[in-house]
């Protein structure tokens, strides 16, 4: 079980492959403050950048962003552990959560229920990792937690494989990704 903060420059490139034995889940969420409502979303992929499965889900009378964020966390969580994967990387932008709740808990009583919450869903995975990322490294989470929650489309699913809506975003994170570490 490890944390992992990036420096920025690292945080700031397109998607990071896990190690061969390990899968990254990239998660996003996206909140409408004025109706409560918030779009999770999660992309599994392999050290190769192939997307395994990808889900969104829509959670409804959420009164604010750190709410969004551990329920999007915490589903995220959930949904790995239910699937029975043991070694997953979990990439989130949620810079304070994971700092207040899991990184500095002691320090941060504000965010005991959120360290209570997420250290009960972790002791289900054998081994997690959580990388702080900035938006930019995981935008086709975003994208995909976005379209839960506007318009008319916030019904749950899963599924194999990417969207097919999504595949030049998913190209261009792993093209830059070859070109960056061809350095």
Request: proline content about 3%; some cysteine; glycine content about 2%.
């Amino acid at each position: 079980s490890l944390y992992q903060v990036l420096p920025k420059a690292l945080s700031s490139r397109s998607w990071i492959p896990p190690s061969i034995s390990w899968i990254k889940c990239n998660l996003a969420y996206s909140w409408d403050k004025k109706t409560k409502l918030v779009g999770v979303a999660w992309l599994l992929r392999n050290h190769c950048g192939k997307v395994l499965l990808h889900s969104r889900h829509a959670i409804s009378d959420i009164d604010s962003l750190t709410e969004a964020k551990l329920q999007c966390l915490l589903w995220a969580i959930n949904i790995m552990s239910e699937l029975k994967i043991s070694q997953v990387v979990f990439s989130t932008e949620a810079y304070e959560l994971i700092i207040g709740a899991v990184i500095r808990a002691k320090a941060c009583p504000s965010f005991a229920f959120q360290a209570s919450e997420i250290n009960l869903a972790l002791s289900k995975i054998r081994k997690w990792k959580l990388h702080v990322k900035t938006a930019a490294t995981n935008l086709s989470a975003y994208l995909i937690a976005q379209s839960a929650s506007f318009g008319p489309r916030i019904h749950s699913y899963m599924a194999s494989g990417a969207p097919f809506w999504l595949r030049n975003t998913l190209d261009n994170d792993m093209a830059f990704e070859s070109l960056f570490s061809s350095f």
